[in-house]
């Protein structure tokens, strides 16, 4: 079964020859292949190259069309630093409070900032893995993006003290993320996954992303499905047990869950709601653990969404850059090995 | 709406106070600063100033109480940054309102070195930690971000600090962490205690990071270096 059609199967509680396993690989991916972080991050093409080669190399179900963190708030306008070897960051949000949030121009995904690497990845990856491996493409949520324009206690002052404004600026970071997912499905992706780890409940009230987050990313998944995209993926890392049982009625078809999340509590909380879930591998084992236990881990969700199924093997949020290679192998071998009855 | 009011809808169904709203007294302080309530928050401590309430017991039975409570809620895991977010603004501004300047502020129990180390630049992590520790009369000395472990022991050193509190959410970090300790004993400052926390490091045993404690939140960190304080200096 090639693995496209392994979880698109999983979506939707299928049967499979096995649990798909997917590592969010993005700049490790380099590494792995004896490149450098900052390689990766300096074209698309050889980001793809990396893609592939970590693909090929470890086995897992999917390749992402992702280079960093910072490229939505780039295209717009903010400064970001650089350090080799590292992802940049945003040291200099794009915009104010006292912005006119309705009148920001919408950046164009394929002539803005670094976002036309991103498209070239998603080309370059889907034409080589054409329906057997996945290719996922990646946008930030609305409130991630907000609080990237704005800065964190900005964003989120903003949205005590002006509701209504910061409304319009989520619908703004909505429109930009909307753009830039559109385009990448059009270059190639599989579907899009939207990252919005600020509107954990870490970070903002269940009501809060009840009553503005969850209405845009409503938004961004219808439009991602009517564009054809496979299936509509949202991951907010941290701690989500109060919001992640609405995931799906926003339009969510695969939810990510953090190490921080039980997912047992999950599994009770989401009763018969068949919403595929991808989690939750401590992400920082993969540093600082050794394989025994990261296949451990790993097997112990697989058996306990063995049953339910509708289960996708993952760490809670991404592998970061510095991984020890034989940790990820040994999350991948417990996905492909799960057919051995001493496993099970 | 209040600028320093939480939308009533996005506030949490957990009552953390009895308390009612009823005339200026330090229960409704309490409540106001949980609440993040700013505005009000200053018009009941000018309300207690005026009717001859001390700063100090303003603080102890107001602000530090209202700490309390707050850390109450977040190991309830009730914790957001938004709401912790408002009650820190609100509780700055009374500490501001009622020591406008540094000179006048009670004693500090100690210093404290908060800083986010060198590669990372997210530092709301630190800026919370040190609402917190203000709030619980410590002397918070802002080590910066994205700075070198050098840096930091320096300013552990200027301001004979008891304990440095370094903030991550990234995992580059990590070893410039594990080296602050035998940087701390190499300068002659390994009583200094350190403290970790934020996304990536709190992932960490306090071994793996070669620290004394590591904190979920903001909030165990203050509290462990409440125990601290207790356990060396008497402190009650």
Redesign the interface.
Known sequence: MESVERVRRTMAFMPCDRPPVIAQVFAHAALACGRSVDEYLSSGAVAAACQLEAQAHYQYDAVFAVLDLTLEAEAIGAKTQSRPGLYPAVIQPPCSPDDDFARLTIPNPRTAGRLPMVLEMARRLRGACRDRSLVVGLVQGPMTLAVQFLGMEKALLLATDDPERFTKLLDYAAGVGMAFGLAQLEAGAHLVLVFDPAASSEVVPPGLFREMIGPRLARLFAAFTQAGGMGNWLHISGRTDAILPRYAALGANIANFDYCVDPRKLLTSLGSERLCLDGNVKPLSFVVDTPPDIERESVQLLRLFDRRGGFILSPGCEIPPESREANVAAMVRAALDWKRPDLR | ?N?????A????PVNLMETKKTAPNLDSLVQALIE?ERDESLAIVAALVSGGMPSLDIITGGIERAMAALDRKCTA?Q?????I??AG?AVMAVIRHLFPTDAALPTARASVVVAVME?D??D?GK?ILKILLAGNRFRVVDGGKDVSVTTVIDAAAQSGASAICVSGL???V?PQVRALRPALFHAGLGHVRVLAGG??LK??TAA?LNVDYVGQTAFDAVAYLNQVMEACHGER
């Not at chain 2, 600028?3 to 939308?7: I, L, M, N």
């Open positions: 709406m600028a320093g009011a939480a939308p809808q996005f506030q949490s993040g895991e914790f957001n940054l938004l709401e977010m408002l603004r590669g630049i997210h709301i800026a990234i995992s580059s990590i996304a990536a992932q960490c793996a």
